[in-house]
């Protein structure tokens, strides 16, 4: 699900992919459901791919992290503010993923997650998890550049 949820740099907010054209495709945003175009020069990152680093040279995918948040709270808004101190941020994240890197996650990556699931949840978004048919395609896409290589 989060595959399809977009962050642009330099745009506030999150937005949901519409669809795709040649040289752009168009974005939603969660908030207030305004569509924009979006080119190769803009700076996208999709929320599918982003990860945070642990402590034993892993990374865990933002989705479990999130799903983790979501368990956490019963599914409601976090309860921590943008305005939180760095120790309050740590602690609280290290409720959610105990191995987080405390050196390589800065607080602000944690103020951005954090904001990023209150965001998705109050835009109704709360399945955070990959669906059993984009774990196939990711695993067949895989399986073929295995092969070819």
């Known amino acids: 699900m989060l595959k399809e949820i977009l962050s642009i740099s330099g745009k506030p907010g999150l937005f949901r992919l519409v669809s795709q054209g040649k040289n752009m495709f168009l974005a939603e945003s969660l908030s207030d459901k305004k569509r924009i175009p979006v ?10 791919d982003i990860a945070i680093y642990t402590e034993n040279d892993e990374e865990e995918p933002l989705s479990v992290v999130m799903t983790n948040i979501k368990n956490k709270e019963n599914g409601q808004p976090a309860g921590l503010g943008s305005g939180a101190q760095p120790a309050e941020l740590r602690a609280y994240f290290a409720t959610v993923l105990p191995a987080f890197d405390k050196e390589r996650v800065y607080p ?38 295995n092969t070819v290589s």
Not at 39 to 48: A, C, F, H, N
Not at 110 to 125: A, E, F
């Open 39 to 48: 080119y190769p020069r803009d700076k996208v990152i999709s929320l599918g």
């Open 108 to 145: 602000s990556d944690i103020r951005k997650i954090i904001s990023w699931y209150n965001l998705l949840i109050t835009s109704g978004v709360t399945d955070f998890e990959k669906k059993e048919e984009e774990r196939v395609a990711e695993n067949n896409e895989e399986n073929k550049e």
